[in-house]
């Protein structure tokens, strides 16, 4: 599959936040979404990632200056791994739930047993 611009993808990840339920957006608190081209050098298929504090473990303290937490989705290793447009637009929005489910503090083992790994 040719890799889409980066506006379009821009627009597919657009696309899944906006089937994520807005009950569920509500609740994301200090959160800010991107999309970079490749992941670290170190992890090459990495499809996207959370950094940031769950809120399981923020302390009363926690927002006093907190930079927002980030969700990073990788446009390479997402448009390489699909065969299809239809599959793209699946695996992006499978990996925001996942990203998502991070923030919530929901580890990766519960993610797969839930089959969004």
Avoid: K
């Avoid at 889409?4 to 509500?26: G, H, I, K, Q, W």
């Avoid at 473990?57 to 239809?86: K, N, Q, T, Y």
Wanted: hydrophobic residues 45%; negative net charge.
């Amino acid at each position: 599959m040719q890799p889409p611009s980066r506006e379009d993808f821009d627009t597919l990840v657009e696309n899944a936040l906006d089937e994520v339920p807005a009950e569920l957006m509500a609740m994301l608190d200090n959160v800010v979404f991107l999309v970079e081209d490749e992941p670290p050098a170190d992890d090459p298929e990495l499809l996207g990632v959370y950094e940031g504090v769950p809120l399981t473990e923020r302390g009363d303290v926690w927002a006093a200056g907190a930079l927002p937490d980030r969700i990073l989705l990788f446009r390479g290793p997402l448009s390489r791994m699909c065969v299809d447009h239809d599959e793209l637009v699946e695996e992006i929005a499978v990996t925001v739930v996942h990203e998502i489910a991070h923030h919530f503090g929901i580890d990766d083992d519960a993610l797969h047993e839930l089959g969004w790994g």
